[in-house]
């Protein structure tokens, strides 16, 4: 089935520095990837939705500037959390449609600890 | 606008035993599909059972099996028989045609298989 390969899993980075957050369809074409935030205990928040070729939507309330989103190929789609601070740390998963099987496939997260 | 809701934060039941976790949700769509994900510890999103709201016939997945009621808006789902790898955090979700293919989640249930 459709896989979607999520790097790093776990990253620690210190304050004011940037964290790219990778996603990448191994065997199927995503040309929609969805990213989420999740904090402990509690359900997946949208963040954002990334589309080949264009340009990212982001939700209500979610910093296009610091959460910067590029989604440069159909099969990479990049999360990038800028000048990160430690209100940032949490879990970030990303997920795309899996079409032919009318579902989703998620990456595995990336937790993120800002220091 | 869809909303999903989980009324059950937290369960515990007996290893062995049966147990079924609640979820309504509202759309005004009429094709849509529904989804149970599991989320264990390593934070892995998995999904358990998916039903499409045009079949009348409620799926089943070994253990696992739904009880839709489309004109009620509920989607419970039933695990019998359940084992201790069965504890996770259960997410129900919504998938409309016309939601731009996002999936709106539950507040989710812990669930906590007692050996």
């Known amino acids: 089935g459709a896989v979607v390969s999520q790097h790093p899993s776990r990253v620690i980075c210190k304050s004011g520095t940037s964290v790219k957050i990778e996603c990448r369809s191994l065997d199927f074409q995503a040309t929609t990837m969805f990213w989420y935030r999740q904090f402990p205990k509690q359900s997946l928040m949208l963040m954002a939705t990334s589309n080949e070729g264009s340009k990212a939507t982001y939700e209500q309330g979610v910093e296009k500037d610091k959460f910067l989103i590029n989604h440069a190929s159909l099969t990479l789609s990049t999360l990038t959390v800028t000048s990160a601070h430690p209100e940032d740390s949490s879990f970030y998963i990303c997920?795309?449609?899996?079409?032919?099987?009318?579902?989703?496939?998620f990456g595995s997260g990336t937790r993120l600890t800002v220091v | 606008a869809q909303t999903v809701t989980q009324s059950q934060p937290e369960m515990s039941v007996q290893e062995a035993e049966t147990v079924t976790l609640s979820c309504t949700y509202d759309t005004s769509e009429n094709n849509y599909y529904l989804f149970w994900y599991k989320q264990p510890p390593s934070r892995q999103m998995i999904l358990v059972i998916r039903q499409e709201a045009y079949k009348q016939q409620n799926a089943t997945e070994n253990r696992f099996s739904v009880n839709f009621q489309k004109a009620a808006k509920s989607f419970s789902l039933k695990i019998s028989d359940s084992q201790l790898g069965d504890t996770a955090m259960y997410f129900c979700a919504l998938y409309s045609y016309f939601g731009n293919e996002k999936l709106t989640f539950g507040t989710g249930t812990r669930l906590t298989i007692i050996p």
């Open positions: 997920s795309a449609p899996d079409r032919d099987n009318y579902g989703y496939t």
